[in-house]
């Protein structure tokens, strides 16, 4: 067909298939296209790329935000299961985005202040003592079999309450596993929200927190539960 | 009369059979050209008059139906392409008794791409630099407009777009292996 170098750029030909091109230069760019096999090539793998991220849904990313607590700033992260992921000892954003990046390989981080909202919402106010429980759905799949059945069971201890470890493993009818409850409470990924920090030593004393045991404290004196805890 | 027409969404036959008479032998040559097979040219410009009659492109005064006309073929024609390319490689290492028709999903997707290439596409997104990987994925995964992109971005409407532009020639270069595989026509 036509033969010499293309003067068409890459840039046209996506411009074109994005539909970000006005309808005189678009008509030229189709006409081109029906006698450039090279751009021809080209428009087909970008309208195969936008066919394929079109064909993703918003759930197919992770969703998040940072906003200030009382413990500083709270990162939070949310797939279209539910809140995923929550910690406050990751100082930038940045080192939170690559952390999401490193769980989540095939699911993009997306800045979502409004998907995140409620989130936000709840841990004000419980931070402020107007909630004591959490209505959220929560993301728990990456987890062990185990560690959801011990986290699932977490969740029902009610607030103001503390259970010991090896109550927790008589519950899931595990009665030999508390150290293995204490396991699977460290790798909660959305401590505060199922609380872990209620569960505590049979002779009283706080255990361990993965969030740091002076947060473990500060959430059970938030709570009003009896202060006899030392470490 | 066109006014009423146009209300109810449809474009009167007579106006349509114009357009097939005076733009259908270019359209069949340019769809030729783009396919390079007679028959996906003449189904796809069938397309075409029925995208024309149930969203037919304005044609008062400084309208451009020629434009709309080439728009809608250059692009069914290309998603036709696309489809077709991955369609070969689908088959490959496949069940030689296989037939392209059962493979094909009932409702395959507009790029025909298949679950792996899908999330091969969301790990190479999810790798791009936040702005960019931030207005691909709003663009075109959520279908926000650009102002709304540029809110969230906390940038203008142009770096929204240029945004998404730099991101997707990044992933079209990052999934270069996936096009490569094409077979020769």
């Given at each position: 067909?036509?033969?010499?170098?293309?003067?068409?750029?890459?840039?046209?030909?996506?411009?074109?298939?994005?539909?970000?091109?006005?309808?005189?230069?678009?008509?030229?760019?189709?006409?081109?296209?029906?006698?450039?096999?090279?751009?021809?090539?080209?428009?087909?793998?970008?309208?195969?790329?936008?066919?394929?991220?079109?064909?993703?849904?918003?759930?197919?990313?992770?969703?998040?935000?940072?906003?200030?607590?009382?413990?500083?700033?709270?990162?939070?992260?949310?797939?279209?299961?539910?809140?995923?992921?929550?910690?406050?000892?990751?100082?930038?954003?940045?080192?939170?985005?690559?952390?999401?990046?490193?769980?989540?390989?095939?699911?993009?981080?997306?800045?979502?202040?409004?998907?995140?909202?409620?989130?936000?919402?709840?841990?004000?106010?419980?931070?402020?003592?107007?909630?004591?429980?959490?209505?959220?759905?929560?993301?728990?799949?990456?987890?062990?079999?185990?560690?959801?059945?011990?986290?699932?069971?977490?969740?029902?201890?009610?607030?103001?309450?503390?259970?010991?470890?090896?109550?927790?493993?008589?519950?899931?009818?595990?009665?030999?596993?508390?150290?293995?409850?204490?396991?699977?409470?460290?790798?909660?990924?959305?401590?505060?929200?199922?609380?872990?920090?209620?569960?505590?030593?049979?002779?009283?004393?706080?255990?361990?927190?993965?969030?740091?045991?002076?947060?473990?404290?500060?959430?059970?004196?938030?709570?009003?539960?009896?202060?006899?805890?030392?470490? | 009369?066109?006014?009423?027409?146009?209300?109810?969404?449809?474009?009167?036959?007579?106006?349509?059979?114009?357009?097939?008479?005076?733009?259908?032998?270019?359209?069949?040559?340019h769809l030729g050209r783009m396919t390079n097979n007679a028959d996906d040219a003449e189904d796809i410009l069938q397309q075409v008059w029925i995208s024309a009659v149930e969203k037919p492109p304005d044609d008062g005064p400084g309208s451009n139906?020629?434009?709309?006309?080439?728009?809608?073929?250059?692009?069914?024609?290309?998603?036709?392409?696309?489809?077709?390319?991955?369609?070969?490689?689908?088959?490959?290492?496949?069940?030689?008794?296989?037939?392209?028709?059962?493979?094909?999903?009932?409702?395959?997707?507009?790029?025909?791409?298949?679950?792996?290439?899908?999330?091969?596409?969301?790990?190479?997104?999810?790798?791009?630099?936040?702005?960019?990987?931030?207005?691909?994925?709003?663009?075109?995964?959520?279908?926000?407009?650009?102002?709304?992109?540029?809110?969230?971005?906390?940038?203008?409407?142009?770096?929204?777009?240029?945004?998404?532009?730099?991101?997707?020639?990044?992933?079209?270069?990052?999934?270069?292996?996936?096009?490569?595989?094409?077979?020769?026509?």
């Open positions: 067909m036509t033969s010499g170098p293309c003067r068409v750029s890459e840039e046209q030909v996506l411009a074109f298939v994005t539909g970000d091109m006005d309808q005189n230069a678009s008509l030229a760019l189709a006409e081109h296209l029906g006698e450039c096999r090279g751009c021809r090539d080209q428009a087909t793998e970008y309208t195969s790329l936008l066919g394929g991220l079109q064909s993703c849904s918003a759930e197919e990313a992770v969703h998040w935000h940072r906003f200030e607590t009382p413990f500083g700033m709270m990162n939070v992260a949310a797939t279209g299961t539910g809140l995923s992921r929550l910690s406050w000892r990751q100082a930038d954003p940045e080192a939170f985005v690559h952390h999401l990046g490193s769980l989540y390989p095939d699911r993009p981080a997306i800045h979502d202040a409004e998907g995140l909202a409620q989130t936000e919402r709840q841990l004000h106010e419980y931070f402020a003592g107007e909630r004591s429980r959490f209505e959220l759905p929560v993301d728990l799949t990456r987890l062990s079999g185990f560690e959801r059945e011990v986290l699932e069971c977490v969740r029902t201890i009610p607030f103001g309450d503390v259970v010991p470890y090896s109550e927790v493993a008589r519950r899931i009818g595990s009665p030999k596993a508390a150290r293995a409850v204490g396991n699977a409470l460290n790798h909660n990924p959305v401590a505060i929200v199922v609380p872990c920090h209620r569960v505590v030593r049979a002779d009283g004393s706080l255990g361990g927190y993965g969030g740091g045991v002076r947060y473990k404290r500060r959430l059970l004196s938030l709570e009003g539960t009896p202060a006899l805890f030392s470490d | 009369m066109s006014k009423a027409s146009s209300a109810l969404g449809y474009a009167p036959p007579d106006r349509v059979e114009k357009w097939v008479g005076r733009y259908g032998p270019e359209l069949r040559r139906v020629r434009a709309w006309l080439y728009r809608v073929a250059t692009n069914a024609a290309l998603d036709s392409l696309a489809r077709k390319r991955f369609r070969r490689q689908a088959l490959q290492g496949v069940d030689p008794g296989a037939t392209a028709s059962n493979l094909e999903p009932p409702d395959a997707g507009f790029s025909g791409l298949d679950e792996e290439t899908r999330a091969r596409v969301r790990e190479q997104c999810a790798k791009l630099p936040t702005k960019q990987r931030e207005a691909v994925w709003l663009r075109w995964a959520e279908g926000l407009d650009y102002p709304t992109i540029a809110q969230r971005l906390g940038s203008s409407t142009e770096s929204a777009r240029a945004n998404v532009h730099h991101g997707m020639k990044k992933l079209r270069e990052s999934l270069l292996d996936i096009w490569e595989e094409e077979v020769e026509r």
